[in-house]
Nanobody, 120 residues
């Protein structure tokens, strides 16, 4: 089994910054990708940013490009989301997602979510 734990959410004013962290642990042989999704009230969950292993390719939602940066500390099995110039429309629950290779299978796991609220 794999455990995924997020941290770093909170309340921030428009224009401010936050950094989310997500640590994965358990029966992981290797990572395919690690990333962040978000879900605002009344909306579907959407991709925010994703980082792929073996080359470091990244994908970002158009709405966060040039404001958010996804990065990874391989030694700690941790992925980060640095969020700058936050806007009210960034308010959502942010979920970490990891795509991993375990001993006999490839699996996907989600964290419990962390609330980000952007408001004055």
């Amino acid at each position: 089994q794999v455990q995924v734990v997020e941290s770093g959410g909170g309340l921030v004013q428009p224009g401010g910054s936050l950094r989310l962290s997500c640590a994965a642990s358990g029966s992981i042989l290797s990572f395919v990708s690690m990333g962040w999704y978000r879900q605002a009230p009344g909306k579907e969950r959407e991709l925010v940013a994703r980082l792929f292993s073996g080359g470091g390719k990244t994908n970002y939602a158009d709405s966060v490009k040039d404001r958010f940066t996804v990065s990874r500390d391989s030694a700690k099995n941790t992925v980060y989301l640095q969020m700058n110039s936050l806007k009210s429309e960034d308010t959502a629950v942010y979920y970490c997602n990891v795509d991993v290779i375990e001993r006999f299978r490839r699996s996907e796991y989600w964290g419990q979510g962390t609330q980000v609220t952007v408001s004055s």
